[in-house]
Antibody, heavy 120, light 109 residues
Framework: QLQLQESGPGLVKPSETLSLTCTVS??????????WGWIRQPPGKGLEWIGS???????YYNPSLKSRVTISVDTSKNQFSLKLSSVTAADTAVYYC????????????WGQGTLVTVSS | QSALTQPASVSGSPGQSITISCTGT?????????VSWYQQHPGKAPKLMIY???KRPSGVSNRFSGSKSGNTASLTISGLQAEDEADYYC?????????FGGGTKLTVL
């Protein structure tokens, strides 16, 4: 059974960089059939796609966040990571990592999510 | 980019059917048969319920069905059960990006 687990600091100061890692177990991140993505959800609000990466390193980013987002992959560790720079309180959210199929473009496996609070 | 438009809330009694709409544009919902729907219970991660407009993943009840007409996709839940009470989100591929709806809270009366 595929599992995804987010990890990283739960508190980040304004103007600093948020860094999260998603560890994939029970399957290979190097599968040619999937992208690996990050989605966030501010408290009490809806879901927002942040960006996605293929095992080769090819990336797609949300245009509204593109200038601040970097997603990378480490196939040797079966992990992919998110960096979001210059954070503000508006970036406070539960951050999810997820797998999505290339063919169906659907997010079929999700991590449990991790709350990141931006505050001084 | 703008989120897809969903009603904020819908409600129904046990056994009834409800439909949640998801309106996008010709750049997302209208251009691709790649609409998916997610169920989210409080404090939990979203769960994929429908993909490619109308397909159900293994293990999802056949009470859940999806459709699309033009720029609007729909999720129908028949035979409502108490456990269906949750938030529901649509999502569409939009050519190198994905866009979610604002979410709909389903209340089972």
């Amino acid at each position: 059974q595929l599992q995804l687990q987010e990890s990283g600091p739960g508190l980040v100061k304004p103007s600093e960089t948020l860094s999260l890692t998603c560890t994939v177990s029970g399957g290979s991140i190097s599968s040619s059939s999937y992208y690996w993505g990050w989605i966030r959800q501010p408290p009490g609000k809806g879901l927002e796609w942040i960006g996605s990466i293929y095992y080769s390193g090819s990336t797609y980013y949300n245009p509204s966040l593109k200038s601040r987002v970097t997603i990378s992959v480490d196939t040797s560790k079966n992990q992919f990571s998110l960096k979001l720079s210059s954070v503000t309180a508006a970036d406070t959210a539960v951050y999810y990592c997820a797998r999505h199929t290339i063919a169906a473009a659907a997010f079929d496996y999700w991590g449990q999510g991790t709350l990141v609070t931006v505050s001084s | 980019q703008s989120a897809l438009t969903q009603p904020a809330s819908v409600s129904g009694s046990p056994g009834q059917s409800i439909t949640i709409s998801c309106t996008g544009t010709s750049s997302d919902v209208g251009s691709y048969n790649l609409v998916s729907w997610y169920q989210q219970h409080p404090g939990k991660a979203p769960k994929l319920m429908i993909y490619e407009v109308s397909k159900r993943p293994s293990g999802v009840s056949n009470r859940f069905s999806g459709s699309k007409s033009g720029n609007t996709a729909s999720l129908t839940i028949s035979g409502l059960q108490a456990e269906d009470e949750a938030d529901y989100y649509c999502c569409s591929y939009a050519g190198t990006r994905w866009v979610f709806g604002g979410g709909t809270k389903l209340t089972v009366l």
